[in-house]
Structures are given as structure tokens and as C-alpha cells.
T-cell receptor
Framework: DAMVIQNPRYQVTQFGKPVTLSCSQTLNHNVMYWYQQKSSQAPKLLFHYYDKDFNNEADTPDNFQSRRPNTSFCFLDIRSPGLGDAAMYLC???????????FGQGTRLTVV | SQQGEEDPQALSIQEGENATMNCSYKTSINNLQWYRQNSGRGLVHLILIRSNEREKHSGRLRVTLDTSKKSSSLLITASRAADTASYFCATDGYGQNFVFGPGTRLSVLP
């Protein structure tokens, strides 16, 4: 059974139109991460939540926001998607820093 | 920020052969993890090795860690076509979240 679920698997959005990607987990893990992965590149950490504490990576654009209303759910909001934001977005969870991370299947975002 | 860097970037081998991928990093780490990613899918964790460990095994996988050289290797023995994927190492230091290297694309030819 999937433990980290991302919806939708594929998302097409218009240039400049806000879009939200969702992630849910059944593991009750404290930490939830969002990564951006462009073609043939490594996943790049955007931000993470440790419980309710939000931690933004220094080079994450302001265009990217996140919400974690409860332990199980975390959302990635892209306020004004540009063509350069087309990528695979991966959600992951872990019990804490330095422990195994469990990844969802990802949402592939296309911006038209 | 610290980062694992894998080499080679791409590797093609025949089924049944062993595949070795290497990862180097820059600063002291708490642990190092290896992940596999099939094309267009999420990442699957393979092995976590802590800084005080030198070697770990899991099935056909063997991971070594040399903290003096700041390097790790992943060995896949008796490779299968299903092992075709990208393999990433990820490192994290004390209090820092893990950062992925660029990955090695492994192709196992039948």
C-alpha cells in the first residue's frame, strides 16, 4: 500500500495560473519534504516541515509556498508558474533529519 | 552546501555483470543514503549507512563508506535488466537535511 501519496500524478497548468500539488502520508512521520526534479537532474530540496515548523531553502523562489494543515497532509503552492517551473515535484517524509526518507511517486507539472 | 557527487554519470553493463557506482562528498556527514529512481517515478531508498559504519549489505547490494576519503560506493552484483534506473546518493550532516548528487544512470542490457 502506498505510504506517501501524491496527487495528481500529472498536472497541466497555464502560465501564471496558481496551482497546488498535494501530498499525504500514512506513516505519521514528523518531517515532510518537497523536492523539485528537472529532467536528468538530481532532486533539489525546496523546503520541509518538521512538525509545524517550516524550513525554506535559501535559494527557493518566493513563487513557491507550502502549507501543512496537519501531520498527514502537505501542499505545494506555485503562485505564478513559469515555463521554467515545469518539473517533477517529489514529496517525501521521514521520522526526522538523517533518517530514511520515503518518497511519493511524484507529480509531473507541465506549464503551457 | 555539502553534496554527494556520483560517478560515473552513466554506466552500461550486460546482465549478470556487477555494477559499481561511486559517490564523493565535501564535508563531514552524519549518514549517507543510496536511492534508486526508475524513469519518471519517485525515489526508492536502498541503504542508509552511518558515518561510523564501513560496509552494509542488502541482498545483491553492497555499500561501503570511507569517511577519510569522503566517498562511498554502491555495488550491485549479478545485475538484472530490472536494475536499470538512476541511482543517487544523498548526504546529510548534523542538523542538515540531505542533499542529492547528480546520479548515475545505469543501463543493464539483456
Amino acid at each position: 500500500d502506498a505510504m506517501v501519496i501524491q496527487n495528481p500524478r500529472y498536472q497541466v497548468t497555464q502560465f501564471g495560473k496558481p496551482v497546488t500539488l498535494s501530498c499525504s502520508q500514512t506513516l505519521n512521520h514528523n518531517v515532510m519534504y518537497w523536492y523539485q526534479q528537472k529532467s536528468s537532474q538530481a532532486p533539489k530540496l525546496l523546503f520541509h516541515y518538521y512538525d509545524k515548523d517550516f524550513n525554506n531553502e535559501a535559494d527557493t523562489p518566493d513563487n513557491f509556498q507550502s502549507r501543512r494543515p496537519n501531520t498527514s497532509f502537505c501542499f505545494l503552492d506555485i503562485r505564478s508558474p513559469g515555463l521554467g517551473d515545469a518539473a517533477m515535484y517529489l514529496c517525501a517524509t521521514s521520522r526526522g533529519p538523517g533518517t530514511l526518507a520515503f518518497f511519493g511517486q511524484g507529480t509531473r507539472l507541465t506549464v503551457v | 552546501s555539502q553534496q554527494g557527487e556520483e560517478d560515473p554519470q552513466a554506466l552500461s553493463i550486460q546482465e549478470g555483470e556487477n555494477a559499481t557506482m561511486n559517490c564523493s562528498y565535501k564535508t563531514s556527514i552524519n549518514n549517507l543514503q543510496w536511492y534508486r529512481q526508475n524513469s519518471g517515478r519517485g525515489l526508492v531508498h536502498l541503504i542508509l549507512i552511518r558515518s561510523n559504519e564501513r560496509e552494509k549489505h542488502s541482498g545483491r547490494l553492497r555499500v561501503t563508506l570511507d569517511t577519510s576519503k569522503k566517498s562511498s560506493s554502491l555495488l550491485i552484483t549479478a545485475s538484472r535488466a530490472a536494475d536499470t534506473a538512476s541511482y543517487f546518493c544523498a548526504t546529510d550532516g548534523y542538523g542538515q537535511n540531505f542533499v542529492f548528487g547528480p546520479g548515475t544512470r545505469l543501463s543493464v542490457l539483456p
